[in-house]
């Protein structure tokens, strides 16, 4: 056999490889965007989205590509599904009444996109330790008068 026919056969085997995993790509929704249920298997992140989008009037725009092969199933509220699908992305999901949109911003390995927050400076007690959350069980007094009383 030449080497001529070896490399044909080469590239025939690597292209029905690569069209044999392209082909095995799945994204099956079912439910309302209250309760969605989605079946992924080897399929692209933008794959889901479009499905999403198709079911339940998603709309999406990426400023990076989707190409992300996913597996598995995601159960929940809409904008749960689409946010366990994103983690390690920066995006915005916003909603109004039954219409969800979602805009990617960057992949969570790119630097992080400062927001409005993040440009307010908040005063911090110096010498003064300064708690995360509250400690459970903690029961704090109903706030006192606004003004002294005099007695």
């Not at 309302?32 to 998603?58: F, M, Q």
């Not at 920066?90 to 990617?104: A, D, E, K, R």
Request: proline share 11%; no cysteine; net charge neutral.
């Amino acid at each position: 056999m030449s080497s001529t026919h070896f490399h044909l056969l080469r590239v025939a085997g690597f292209s029905l490889l690569a069209a044999s995993s392209l082909a095995h790509a799945e994204v099956t929704t079912r439910g309302t965007p209250e309760v969605v249920h989605v079946e992924v298997k080897n399929a692209s992140i933008a794959d889901v989205l479009d499905a999403l989008r198709d079911a339940y009037g998603l709309a999406y725009r990426s400023n990076i590509p989707l190409e992300r092969q996913v597996s598995g199933t995601y159960e929940g509220p809409l904008p749960q599904v689409v946010t366990r699908l994103l983690e390690g992305n920066n995006f915005v999901l916003t909603h109004s009444g039954n219409s969800f949109q979602v805009v990617i911003l960057s992949s969570g390995a790119s630097q992080a996109v400062p927001n409005a927050l993040s440009a307010i400076p908040f005063p911090i007690p110096t010498g003064k330790a300064v708690p995360t959350q509250m400690p459970p069980g903690l029961v704090l007094p109903p706030p006192g008068p606004t003004s002294p009383s005099a007695r």
